[in-house]
């Protein structure tokens, strides 16, 4: 039977802006089938189970379009370390002491944050753990995209190795958990991958017709470096080595690039993840995203990992990336309050390469949040797209469907067992301390 939620503010995120604000929304085990205004005929409401939302606001879910849930347990590690110190000093010797056990917990530590906090899905760059990660977010309905990065700085053998089993790993899960779960290819970065291996690994991309994900232009050194070994900046060589056109590309962070960069990116339809607190937290910059959306590249939002950022809120993340853009160009209007809207949701979407979400229509998949307006900052309640952006935090979000399943209802969890989990990461204190030291 149909499920229909009826008595809310719907955010459809439409062309046109649309809020409806009270009407109903009609979906089955995985469609959304009717969103109108006003009141559900008595046909309608003899064909479904109903829910009141009594007044609450509701909006597609949230997309996370770069992180490492991995790495939760770090949370809070070398807070005032640049990007290659932190990485060489405090991330990757950590790393070496995960276990199995290590990545389960927080892994689920992530995602209780996420839904929580309103995100339906996410991506994840790592290269631990991933068929199992993968069967977890099965069991647990969340959406997401998963790839095994690759590190090159190694012999050919060890190349070889792991992209076999990157991309065993990527045709294995891809269109897992209903459509769910999609993978990528993901050569880590530039300055940890040389660009033979780079273009293998692009290659054996557009042969299996997957996405590419990597880490771009995050530091200024980065670039330096880079342009000092070959010459030009990385996006560059992608495109002398013509790995750009015809790949389907997701980059992270693009704080160090220039107005012919984005002009490239556009032409080439490559997607952008801007990651504004990672960025800041490691003194790496500020990502020139006004002159992305000029060039109408559809910019999404990413966290990074919890280590480097210390949360999961894409509310705050969104906040802080159109505040940032307005500020240190002195513009107001420079990001306008809805593109901070599109790019947490819609433009997840496509980053992703996912499609019929992200918009709250006929047809397309019923991923979407409710939040409460029962706030102080949410008051008068009539200026929903400024609260939203502006306002809202992920602690007011209430409820979470992904396919149409609940995931989160009136701020309890349907699908994991938060005590536990929680009790779980507690109880590795000891190893948590062991990791940070």
């Known amino acids: 039977m149909d499920t229909l939620i009826y008595n809310a503010t719907i955010i459809t995120m439409d062309d046109e802006e649309t809020v409806i604000d009270r009407g109903y929304i009609r979906f089955n085990k995985e469609r959304i089938v009717t969103i109108a205004e006003g009141e559900p005929t008595q046909k309608e409401k003899e064909e479904t ?9 509701l909006m597609p879910g949230l997309v996370n379009t770069h992180g490492h849930p991995g790495m939760t347990l770090l949370r809070g590690i070398s807070d005032d370390q640049p990007l290659q110190e932190w990485l060489e000093q405090s991330i990757w010797p950590a790393e070496r002491k995960f276990d199995e056990k290590t990545l389960h917990v927080a892994r689920d530590v992530s995602m209780i944050e996420m839904i929580a906090s309103g995100t339906t899905a996410f991506v994840d760059m790592y290269h631990l753990g ?3 990660f993968a069967n977890r977010i099965e069991e647990v309905g969340i959406r997401a995209t998963l790839m095994r990065s690759v590190i090159g700085l190694c012999s050919k053998e060890e190349q070889d190795e792991k992209l076999a089993e990157s991309l065993s790993f990527a045709t294995a899960f891809h269109g897992q958990g209903n459509g769910r779960i999609t993978t990528m290819l993901a050569p880590h970065a530039p300055y940890t991958c040389p660009p033979d291996y780079i273009e293998r690994i692009v290659e054996a991309a557009r042969d299996a017709n997957l996405p590419v994900h990597m880490h771009l232009a995050e530091t200024r050194k980065e670039i330096h470096d880079f342009m000092d070994q070959h010459g030009m900046h990385p996006l560059e060589l992608l495109e002398e080595r013509d ?12 704080v160090h690039m220039y107005e012919q960069h984005f002009e490239l990116i556009q032409q080439r339809g490559a997607m952008v993840s801007h990651n504004p607190m990672s960025n800041m937290k490691l003194g790496s910059g500020i990502a020139p995203v006004a002159s992305m959306l000029k060039h109408d590249i559809p910019v999404s939002i990413g966290t990074d990992s919890v280590a480097a950022n210390n949360h999961l809120d894409l509310f705050e993340e969104m906040r802080f990336a159109v505040l940032l853009q307005r500020g240190v160009n002195e513009q107001a209007d420079i990001v306008k309050t809805y593109d901070g809207l599109k790019m947490a949701t819609i433009n997840g979407s496509k980053a992703t390469y996912v499609n019929q979400v992200g918009v709250l229509q006929p047809g397309n998949e019923a991923d979407f949040i409710m939040l409460s307006p029962n706030q102080a900052h949410f008051l008068p309640e009539q200026r929903v797209l400024s609260h939203l952006v502006f306002s809202a935090k992920g602690t007011d979000v209430t409820d979470v469907f992904v396919q149409g399943k609940p995931l989160y209802r009136n701020k309890e969890f349907v699908t994991m067992d938060k005590e536990k989990i929680m009790a779980e990461a507690r109880s590795m204190s000891a190893v948590n ?5």
């Not at 189970?49 to 009594?54: E, F, K, R």
């Not at 790995?243 to 693009?254: D, E, M, V, Y």
């Not at 301390?433 to 030291?437: C, E, Q, V």
């Open 243 to 254: 790995l750009l056109a015809g790949t389907k590309w997701l980059f992270a962070h693009c």
């Open 49 to 57: 189970t109903q829910m009141n939302a009594d007044g609450k606001w």
């Open 433 to 437: 301390k062991k990791l940070i030291d």
């Open 130 to 132: 991933l068929p199992s």
